[in-house]
């Protein structure tokens, strides 16, 4: 584990007026794909949690961050400009994918609201041939963050307030009506009441318990 670590801020790609990813130098940090760090402005005490968003082959560390209205820490990462200087500890978290998941090629099903689809993007650009649906709930289709990286046929937005999306509504209304087979393995990631309902969901279809794995936002 790196503690302490400073890495300069390669750039900012804005994807919608409040979401935005920071790329940002690696110096060899090493981590698995799941994982999170915890994020600061060089010189300042304040720091946040926030998912790897690249993967491991990556030669740069990218986060996704959101501005949140009345948050410290996003307004100021937003304003950041390239070259200066940004505080990492970590990377910490267990939210990864198992050896006995990876070796056998269970099938995925990959949950996320929002920012807390993260952790997927890291895991599906980071292992290749992984056997994964993933389901991303979104208020409108636009905010389908990095849709191009994952394939098509894998891929569905929920989005809840527009049409937009591959599917108008929430992720618990798709998830209940669809089909799982129960060996699938479920990982869920971001709103904590879509994690609630989306769980209990899976486990009236038959999936048990330790086949799902949770890492809330908020």
């Known amino acids: 584990m790196q503690q302490n670590n400073l890495h300069r801020l390669h750039d900012i790609c804005h994807l919608t007026d409040s979401t935005y990813i920071l790329r940002i130098e690696r110096n060899n940090l090493e981590f698995q794909p799941g994982q999170h760090i915890l994020l600061g402005i060089a010189g300042t005490y304040e720091q946040r949690e926030y998912s790897i968003y690249s993967g491991t082959d990556d030669t740069y560390l990218e986060v996704l ?65 992984l056997n994964y649906s993933l389901i991303h709930g979104t208020r409108y289709g636009h905010e389908s963050y990095g849709q191009s990286d994952y394939d098509p046929e894998r891929y569905i937005c929920c989005s809840s307030r527009d049409k937009t999306g591959d599917y108008q509504g929430r992720v618990s209304a798709y998830l209940k009506e669809q089909q799982f087979d129960a060996d699938t393995y479920c990982y869920f990631c971001g709103n904590f009441n879509m994690i609630k309902d989306a769980m209990g969901i899976m486990e009236q279809k038959g999936i048990s318990q330790e086949k799902l794995h949770t890492e809330v936002y908020f």
């Open 65 to 129: 961050v959101k501005e949140v209205e009345d948050g410290i820490v996003s307004k100021k990462l937003k304003r950041m400009k390239p070259g200066e200087m940004l505080n990492i500890e970590g990377p910490v978290g267990f939210f990864t994918l198992s050896q006995e998941v990876l070796e056998q090629k269970k099938k995925l099903l990959f949950v996320a609201t929002g920012t807390g689809i993260a952790p997927f993007h890291s895991m599906i650009k980071s292992i290749p041939d």
